[in-house]
T-cell receptor, first 115, second 113 residues
Framework: NAGVTQTPKFRVLKTGQSMTLLCAQD?????MYWYRQDPGMGLRLIHYSVGEGTTAKGEVPDGYNVSRLKKQNFLLGLESAAPSQTSVYFC??????????????FGPGTRLTVL | RKEVEQDPGPFNVPEGATVAFNCTYS??????FFWYRQDCRKEPKLLMSVYSSGNEDGRFTAQLNRASQYISLLIRDSKLSDSATYLC??????????????FGAGTRLFVKA
């Protein structure tokens, strides 16, 4: 049982390049999330998904797109990377979030630098 | 003003000290409360849930005051291995009928020998 995994772990991009971050979970969780974490800012929600085939915007969605074609995978895309997207990206998941006590499980993170 | 606010820190304490983390939340619809721990360059992990009656797990004690919208975490007899960032986390109803999770910015703790 691997939990939540993310690939790649590190990436350096040039401004304008594109890339996709992959998140996978093997816990049969319905909900999945993408966050970014910057110094002093805490975790900020980019996009989330409440189930296969559904996505929704979070707090800071601009410049990112997501897809959830399979329940276990949640992809985060950057179409044209900008230096402001330099950050650590975390994926998380949990069961159907209809109980307030449900907590999130995080992946190990992807460190992205945009030059 | 952020919905969940924590002491900015960092806290620098000697081994064996008692350290207290404070957190306030502004949305009275908040329903569940947690403390997460995040080690340097690692992902956040659940440390403990916080209940109105207060709860203890070894050297860690968490308390909730709903009237004051205040959450605390106390670490007694701190160890070098307690050095980490502690995140205050709140679940509340979201617009779609599910729950939203709001993370505080975290308070960094350094425990020195």
């Amino acid at each position: 049982n691997a939990g939540v995994t993310q690939t790649p772990k590190f990436r350096v991009l040039k401004t304008g390049q594109s890339m996709t971050l992959l998140c996978a979970q093997d816990m049969n969780h319905e909900y999945m999330y993408w966050y970014r974490q910057d110094p002093g800012m805490g975790l900020r929600l980019i996009h989330y998904s409440v189930g296969e085939g559904t996505t929704a915007k979070g707090e800071v969605p601009d410049g990112y797109n997501v897809s959830r074609l399979k329940k276990q995978n949640f992809l985060l895309g950057l179409e044209s990377a900008a230096p402001s997207q330099t950050s650590v990206y975390f994926c998380a998941s949990n069961f159907l979030a209809t109980t307030s006590t449900d907590t999130q499980y995080f992946g190990p993170g992807t460190r992205l630098t945009v030059l | 003003r952020k919905e969940v606010e924590q002491d900015p820190g960092p806290f620098n304490v000697p081994e064996g000290a008692t350290v207290a983390f404070n957190c306030t939340y502004s949305n009275s619809a908040s329903q569940s409360f947690f403390w997460y721990r995040q080690d340097c360059r690692k992902e956040p992990k659940l440390l403990m849930s916080v209940y109105s009656s207060g709860n203890e797990d070894g050297r860690f004690t968490a308390q909730l005051n709903r009237a004051s919208q205040y959450i605390s975490l106390l670490i007694r007899d701190s160890k070098l291995s307690d050095s980490a960032t502690y995140l205050c986390v709140v679940n509340r109803r979201g617009g779609t009928g599910g729950f939203k999770t709001i993370f505080g910015a975290g308070t960094r703790l350094f425990v020195k020998a």
